[in-house]
Every structure is written in structure tokens, then in C-alpha cells.
């Protein structure tokens, strides 16, 4: 099993940087590949970004591409998510989860397919 902590979020203006931060806790937490979701009020959770169990793979959404950027580092137990050029629409509640054994695109996009997740954290981007 795994545990997931989130930090990092906050208030910032649009244009500004964020990054929020998982700490990973188990037995065998550097096996596990890891998504951030996030979720806006009345809105459904949406893919956001991935990096898989050793780091040499990552996978964004179109919309996130060029101003976010995911990394890990195991020895710390951590898994990061840079977030630059912030927009309102940014605004949502940010989810780190973590699977063992994801694959393809379309899996690694589904948040169904991952079994353990964080708590969340509150971005909130002003205009």
C-alpha cells in the first residue's frame, strides 16, 4: 500500500508559478507510477499530468503542455508538479494518485484505473 500527502497550493495571481508537492509513504512506493488530477466546482475530474515509477516517462494534457512540468524524485519519496503562466480556469482542487502496472494513454489518463490518492490541495488563480 501507499499513502499520499499533498502541499504546495495556495493563492496566486494569473501569470504567476506554483508547485505542489507528493510525498509518497509504504513499503514499496518508488513501484508506483503517479497522476495529478485536479477538479473545479461542478466541473469532473480531469487528467492533469503523469510520470511513471522510475521517471523516464511522462504524459500531459494537451492544455498543460508547455506550462507544466511533472518530475519525481524517489530517493526523497517525492513527486512534483511546476506549475507556470497560471490561468483562472486553473482554479480546481489538485489530487496526486499512484498505480502500479499502468500502461497506454488511455489508461494512465482514467482516473479510474488509479487505486490510491491524496487528499487534495486548493489552487486558486486570481485575475
Known amino acids: 500500500q501507499v499513502q499520499l500527502v499533498e502541499s504546495g497550493g495556495g493563492l496566486v495571481q494569473a501569470g504567476g508559478s506554483l508547485r505542489l508537492s507528493c510525498l509518497l509513504s509504504g513499503r514499496t512506493v518508488s513501484t508506483y507510477n503517479t497522476g495529478w488530477f485536479r477538479q473545479a466546482p461542478g466541473k469532473e475530474r480531469e487528467f492533469v499530468a503523469y510520470?511513471?515509477?522510475?521517471?523516464?516517462?511522462?504524459y500531459y494534457a494537451d492544455s498543460m503542455k508547455g506550462r507544466f512540468t511533472i518530475s519525481r524524485d524517489n530517493t526523497k519519496k517525492m513527486v512534483y508538479l511546476q506549475m507556470n503562466g497560471l490561468k483562472p480556469e486553473d482554479t480546481a482542487v489538485y489530487y496526486c494518485?499512484?498505480?502500479?502496472?499502468?500502461?497506454?494513454?488511455?489508461?494512465?489518463?482514467?482516473?479510474?484505473?488509479?487505486?490510491?490518492w491524496g487528499q487534495g490541495t486548493q489552487i486558486t488563480v486570481s485575475s
Open positions: 494518485a499512484a498505480r502500479i502496472g499502468l500502461t497506454s494513454a488511455a489508461q494512465i489518463t482514467d482516473q479510474q484505473n488509479y487505486n490510491y
Open positions: 510520470i511513471n515509477w522510475n521517471g523516464y516517462s511522462t
